[in-house]
């Protein structure tokens, strides 16, 4: 069992950044795979970003390509999501997900309680 909770939201003007993270506790955090989903009112969740057990290997929606970054710091539990030149679209839901590698809601069993984004233009 891993419990998520997700940080680091809030409110922010157009091109600005926020850097959210994501603590895991429970055991077994470096052998998940963490993901990165976004809901925006009326919307489907979507994935925004995952990252390997290792940190090694990282995917991206073609959405947040060359703006966000993720990483992780397996000693510390903890999976964050680097958001720069963010756009009013990015508005949303933030949430971290962990369980096997994959793009797809399905492919992870852990999900945190999620963090609000806002981006005004």
């Known amino acids: 069992q891993v419990q998520l909770g997700e940080s680091g939201g809030g409110f922010v003007q157009a091109g600005g950044s926020l850097r959210l993270s994501c603590a895991a506790s429970g055991r077994l955090f470096s052998s998940y795979a963490m993901g990165w989903f976004r809901q925006a009112p009326g919307k489907e969740r979507e994935f925004v970003s995952a990252?390997?057990?290792?940190?090694?290997?990282?995917y991206y929606a073609d959405s947040v390509k060359g703006r966000f970054t993720i990483s992780r710091d397996n000693a510390k539990n903890t999976v964050y999501l680097q958001m720069n030149s963010l756009k009013p679209d990015d508005t949303a839901v933030y949430y971290c997900?962990?369980?096997?590698?994959?793009?797809?809601?399905?492919?992870?069993?852990?999900w945190g309680q999620g963090t609000q984004v806002t981006v005004s233009s």
């Open positions: 990252i390997s057990y290792s940190g090694v290997s990282t």
């Open positions: 997900a962990a369980g096997r590698w994959g793009t797809d809601p399905d492919d992870f069993d852990y």
